[in-house]
């Protein structure tokens, strides 16, 4: 059997906007050093869904691009803090990065490059990062959690 | 006919599970959006199968299959998982879990996991 891919392009479209607005809000709670935990977990989450979601309709930069993400959230849930204000820009940069090739899909397919420095800068890791990304969001307590 | 309780956050991939099922004469009685509602609607629906997805909000998919098998431990659940997650997978195959599903979705291996898990004996 197959699927309609039309059907469920739309649906990524539909769901992701609202991820992504979702995302935008925990990054802003972060900013504000509000609720650091649920933004955390909140922004994992969704990486996480947006990741299997652009691989099931076969964008596959933008799953790749959303689990490098979904790893440097872990790697700050695991931190338990920001490594410093250059990290919390790197998430802004990170998700504007991720709408830009989500919007691109409307048009000619993801287009946004993996080999960005945005991309790039979330896949080195950071200070304790070495803890590979495999808690699900509310499975595991960051180590040393703030609120 | 097998009723089936379909456990995820996005809506997405509760249309897909339901889109790849429904055609082979299962019958999906509910959805859930976290783990709290994936608990609450197996004690309302009494599932044959429940697809559960591990990330979940309010409740993770895992805590929900160790919830659910605690007060019903016949309760088959098959769980949702995608790629770096074989950590978690692990984990909900000891807490009760019958068998995983990896995202994205291969309906062949959907109706595959669901008939086997139908025909193990409890």
């Known amino acids: 059997m197959s699927l309609d891919r039309a059907k469920y392009e739309r649906l990524f479209l539909e769901e992701t906007s609202e991820y992504l607005a979702e995302m935008s809000q925990s990054l802003l709670s972060l900013e504000k050093d509000d609720a650091f935990v649920e933004s955390v977990d909140t922004i994992f989450r969704l990486a996480h869904s947006i990741k299997s979601m652009a691989a099931s309709v076969g964008q596959d930069d933008i799953a790749i691009f959303a689990h490098g993400l979904e790893d440097r959230m872990q790697a700050i849930r695991t931190r338990g803090s920001l490594s410093d204000s250059g990290e919390l820009s790197l998430l802004f940069r990170a998700l504007s990065q991720l709408e830009e090739m989500i919007r691109s899909v409307h048009t000619v397919g993801a287009t946004v490059s993996l080999g960005s420095d945005v991309f790039m800068a979330l896949k080195s890791a950071g200070p304790d990062d070495s803890e590979p990304a495999h808690a699900g969001a509310g499975a595991h307590a960051p180590k040393k959690a703030r609120s | ?122």
Do not use: H, W
Not at chain 2, 45 to 59: A, E, G, N, Y
């Open chain 2, 1 to 122: 006919m097998a009723t089936v309780l379909i456990a995820d956050d996005a809506s997405f991939m509760r249309q897909m599970i339901r889109e790849i099922i429904e055609p082979e004469g299962y019958e999906v009685v509910s959805e859930a959006n976290n783990g709290v509602e994936a608990v609450e609607r197996f004690e309302e629906f009494s599932p044959d199968i429940v697809t559960m997805d591990i990330v979940m909000p309010k409740q993770s998919g895992i805590d929900a299959v160790k919830d659910i098998l605690f007060r019903y431990p016949a309760a088959r659940i098959v769980m949702c998982s995608a790629l770096g997650q074989e950590t978690l997978v692990m984990e909900s195959l000891e807490a009760g879990a019958m068998d995983f599903i990896v995202k994205p979705f291969k309906p062949e291996s959907v109706l595959g996991t669901l008939e086997k898990i139908l025909e193990k004996e409890i």
